[in-house]
């Protein structure tokens, strides 16, 4: 994780989710604070910052809409994923070595966005909108390729936005 091109804020919110410190509603309760009844993207399930990464259905569509151009649509979770860090690894291990530091910046972009759409839906009072969670990934992964993530490029070419391949 830590090798990957990707901003260090982004890396250090995706080690706070590995070691499951995100103020999600799960910790909120623990704390005897206000917290949604539910996951604000598929309203659901409890949330968790696991579930809103990986096994959530407004995740997976994501994750599909960006993997299967790719033909890594195999990679995608589970609904019954548990762990964003289990799903990475298990994911990262399939991929071929020379494609593994572009793997790990496309992971972390895509639980960036996923988290920023997220708060989104919870402070800003906005709808979770897919095609709009998948042009923010498209838009910063340009941005990421222009700051250096040279190893992203690869990945991000194609994203699939409502059925259609858009060409970064």
């Known amino acids: 994780m830590w090798k990957a091109w990707a901003p260090n804020k982004c890396k250090i919110f995706v080690w706070i989710v590995i070691h499951n ?6 910790h909120l309760q623990r704390r005897g604070l206000p917290h949604p009844d539910h996951c604000p993207l598929c309203d659901q399930e409890d949330e968790t910052a696991q579930h809103i990464l990986t096994s959530c259905v407004f995740a997976r569509q994501f994750w599909f809409s960006i993997l299967d151009p790719l033909n890594l649509s195999g990679l995608i979770s589970t609904r019954h994923s548990n762990s964003f860090a289990e799903w990475w690894r298990k994911s990262w291990r399939k991929v071929r070595k020379q494609d593994k530091k572009g ?18 839906c919870v402070f800003d009072g906005s709808a979770p909108n897919l095609q709009a969670a998948l042009q923010s990934f498209k838009d910063e992964s340009h941005l990421w390729q222009v700051r250096g993530a040279r190893a992203l490029l690869p990945w991000a070419l194609g994203v699939s936005i409502d059925g259609f391949l858009v060409r970064s």
């Open 21 to 26: 410190r995100c103020w999600t509603a799960d």
């Open 103 to 120: 793997f790990n910046s496309l992971v972390i972009l895509g639980a960036w966005i996923l988290w920023k759409h997220r708060n989104s």
